[in-house]
């Protein structure tokens, strides 16, 4: 687990100072030589960050079922929920239809107090179309640091006219049981 977790938070920076197994360096540089011979001869390129994920993954697998490894915007995606709060805008996303739709405004968010209602279809995020977009890329361009601007342009059932909206960013916070009852 150590090793680990000091992938997840040093990126690559790993401390072997703690290994159990005194050959684990010799085994470092086994899996250094295949990296290297693949990157030299193998009959297609591959990038060394899929090579090495993959590597990553091999070892995971040989682990129990709960070892997990995060690459980076995973990682920022679980501490995000961790947290239960982030900069964005208040609202639930999904792509219907091809397009990049509103599935809910939060209440008491920036989207919400503008007006943004279900079933907005959200094609342009600051000026650039949603055509082709997925949920993660669009979360990485709504999502921001609180205080930020964002303009979304939106089409809604019934209106022929497009139409902007500049929506600050705030921090929301999100409610793991937003109802309940007795």
Known sequence: YALAASMIVGGLAIDFSFAKNENIYDEIQKLDKVLIRVDKDYVED???DELVDAAIEGMRTALDPHTAFFKKDDYEDLMVHTKAEFGGLGITIAIRENVLT?????????????GILAGDR???????????????????????KPGTQVTIAIEREGIKERFDYTITRAVIHIKSVPYYGM
Request: charged share 20%; hydrophobic share 45%.
């Open 122 to 144: 959200i094609v342009k995020i600051d000026g650039k179309s949603t055509a082709g977009i997925t949920v993660e890329e669009a979360v990485k361009k709504l999502r921001g």
């Open 102 to 114: 509103v599935v809910s405004p939060l209440p008491g968010t920036p989207a919400s107090m503008m």
């Open 46 to 48: 591959i990038p060394a």
